[in-house]
């Protein structure tokens, strides 16, 4: 190459070369059709150039009088491979290997997913409820629990879901299906049901966030006869009701459906009050229901004169529940 010709760019160096085997192969150019195999298309750089120099036009006659028919680089690699194939096919007599020396192969298994049936029980004696996980190797895990309030078959339902859910969390278990006989939890969480009790919209909500979180969780309703281990737990967690008389109990754990209030999805909305309690705080009725029922007094002297004074006009008449199973001592003057 002359000093000037090592001042070409590479796509004119690649044209130049194109143009040096034209000229010694001149005489296999015009007889046959020729594959241009290249990173890149000297063709179509003469061809595309707005103005051409006195150099390109030169080359531009010269391409002009062949047939040249550019190809990839890269589709000819895959091309090869393919025809190698299909030239040399495996005879059947052959043994096939599954041995592939000196390569590293790479095996990704692709587990079944998780499956997890829930149910919960609740009648006028107490509530539980029951959840069975189900293991891609067989495996079973059962867990039973009490509900200490008394509560709606569709509040214990709920509430089954959602123990079931945070220990699948806890356990990392993204991928996991999930199972349950009430058509009303199933729809609900499927969106084909609406949630008009006020008593079901937060374990609704926190259910949601729960599966949420787990990702790749799905949720089908099953006949209760395809549920039968996980309603079994829930009616054995259920009839583990208190006994009649006085007995003191430590509660260690206590579960409650978390507050919904700082979720982003109902900020600045309304919230949906189930039931309200007050807590370490007495009621100044309840010493006069206990004197009436039971004749317990205070141990204070000055107390106990008081709530004799006060009962002399009071008369306990009976008691009623209200809608939330909360006992109410209706008293006349």
């Not at 000819?76 to 043994?95: S, T, Y």
């Not at 787990?214 to 259920?238: C, F, T, W, Y």
């Amino acid at each position: 190459m002359t000093p000037n010709e090592l001042n070409y760019s590479p796509i004119e160096k690649l044209c130049l070369a194109l143009i040096f085997a034209i000229q010694k192969l001149k005489h296999y150019f015009q007889a046959h059709s020729v594959r241009l195999i290249s990173r890149a298309n000297p063709i179509k750089y003469v061809m595309s150039r707005p103005v051409l120099s006195d150099r390109l036009a030169r080359w531009y006659l010269q391409l002009q009088q062949f047939e040249i028919i550019y190809v990839p680089q890269k589709a000819v690699k895959g091309q090869v491979l393919a025809d190698f194939l299909a030239d040399h096919p495996i005879p059947p007599e052959w043994e096939l290997s599954d041995d592939l020396p000196d390569e590293d192969v790479l095996l990704i298994e692709i587990r079944p997913p998780w499956k997890m049936y829930f149910d919960g029980a609740a009648h006028r004696h107490g509530a539980g409820a029951g959840i069975v996980f189900v293991t891609p190797d067989g495996g079973i895990l059962l867990y039973s629990f009490t509900l200490s309030h008394h509560c709606s078959n569709n509040v214990a339902e709920y509430q089954a879901l959602i123990l079931g859910l945070e220990i699948a969390v806890d356990m990392e278990q993204l991928d996991i299906q999930i199972y349950g006989d009430s058509q009303l939890v199933v729809n609900q969480l499927l969106g084909s049901y609406e949630v008009k009790k006020s008593e079901l919209i937060p374990y609704h909500k926190y259910a949601t966030q729960l599966m949420r979180r787990l990702g790749g969780a799905s949720i089908k309703h099953v006949p209760r006869r395809e549920n039968k281990q996980a309603d079994a737990l829930a009616a054995l967690a259920s009839s583990l009701t208190m006994p009649d008389h006085e007995i003191q109990v430590r509660v260690c754990r206590k579960w409650v459906v978390p507050s919904l209030i700082d979720d982003e999805n109902i900020e600045g909305g309304d919230a949906h009050v189930v039931s309200t309690y007050e807590i370490d705080k007495e009621d100044w009725r309840q010493p006069l229901v206990d004197y009436l029922k039971y004749q317990k007094l205070p141990e204070e002297q000055r107390r106990r004169t008081d709530i004799r004074r006060r009962a002399l006009v009071l008369s306990c008449t009976r008691t009623r529940c209200t809608e939330d199973h909360l006992k109410v001592y209706c008293c006349a003057v």
